[in-house]
């Protein structure tokens, strides 16, 4: 079993900045693929930023880019998406998924954490 821990969201103002945790434990062999997605309220899941492990790529949506940045400790099977210029539109609840293998002999499994809320508003 794994999971997938968030933290770091909450309350600020335009223009200021956060950073999301994403804390992966449980039977962990390796972890191909972190995303993070956000919901906004009444709209759908969106994907904002991926790191692919293997070939070191990250994705970023072009509504954030520039403005986050993820990174990733392989150590602690943590993944960071650091937030600048926030607006009111970045308001959402930011989930975290993971890609995991845990054996090297079976499939990757799909894990979602529980989400974390980040509200943008002065």
């Known amino acids: 079993q794994v999971q997938l821990v968030e933290s770091g969201g909450g309350l600020v103002q335009p223009g200021g900045s956060l950073r999301l945790s994403c804390a992966a434990s449980?039977?962990?062999?390796?972890?191909?693929?972190m995303e993070w997605y956000r919901q906004p309220p009444g709209k759908q899941r969106e994907l904002v930023a991926r790191?692919?492990?293997?070939?070191?790529?990250?994705y970023y949506a072009d509504s954030v880019k520039g403005r986050f940045t993820l990174s990733r400790d392989n150590a602690k099977n943590t993944v960071y998406l650091q937030m600048n210029s926030l607006n009111p539109e970045d308001t959402a609840v930011y989930y975290c998924?993971?890609?995991?293998?845990?054996?090297?002999?079976?499939?990757?499994?799909?894990?979602w954490g529980q989400g974390t809320q980040v509200t943008v508003s002065s």
């Open positions: 449980g039977s962990i062999f390796s972890i191909n693929t």
């Open positions: 790191i692919i492990s293997d070939v070191d790529t990250h």
């Open positions: 998924y993971a890609l995991v293998r845990t054996t090297s002999w079976g499939p990757a499994y799909h894990y």
